[in-house]
């Protein structure tokens, strides 16, 4: 079965001095402010289209990295992944950066290393945004 989810952008003026809300429909877990002056400058109030595609990043990877550990039959204890996604005006959105921490019994580091790389490079977010720059840095928590 496949599954679909849906959000939707309401924009109202030009792109410089207008505004906007992304509302996540399939789920209407949130209603977001968006607008230009946020995504070229930055803001902790109004999210950007690459927060929204950091936040997808950082959840795929971690339900792929999550996936994987167990398959390898060492399943995560937590798993907490940061992503950053660059964007710069006039060239576009320049890589996601993802920030891994693990907890793994059982786990050697080259083994952790080495499925991290593999989920980073298979997860679909990841797959979907193979235009652009992915970096990965992930590490082995000590218990």
Do not use: Y
């Not at 204890?77 to 920030?99: M, N, Q």
Request: glycine share 10%; net charge negative.
């Amino acid at each position: 079965m496949m599954v679909v989810s849906k959000a939707a952008t309401k924009w109202q003026g030009t792109l410089f001095e207008g505004s906007g809300r992304v509302n996540l429909v399939s789920s209407g877990a949130a209603d977001l402010p968006v607008d230009w002056k946020a995504r070229s400058e930055g803001s902790d109030k109004t999210t950007t289209p690459e927060e929204l595609i950091a936040a997808a990043h950082s959840a795929c990877f971690a339900m792929a990295f999550s996936n994987a550990l167990t398959e390898f039959g060492t399943p995560p204890t937590s798993v907490d992944v940061a992503a950053s996604v660059g964007f710069k005006p006039g060239v576009g959105i320049t890589g996601s950066a993802l920030t891994v921490t693990a907890s793994v019994p059982g786990i050697s580091e080259q083994d952790f290393q080495r499925i991290a790389a593999e989920a980073k490079s298979g997860c679909p977010v990841s797959v979907a945004l193979s235009g652009i720059d992915i970096t990965l840095q992930a590490t082995l928590a000590q218990d």
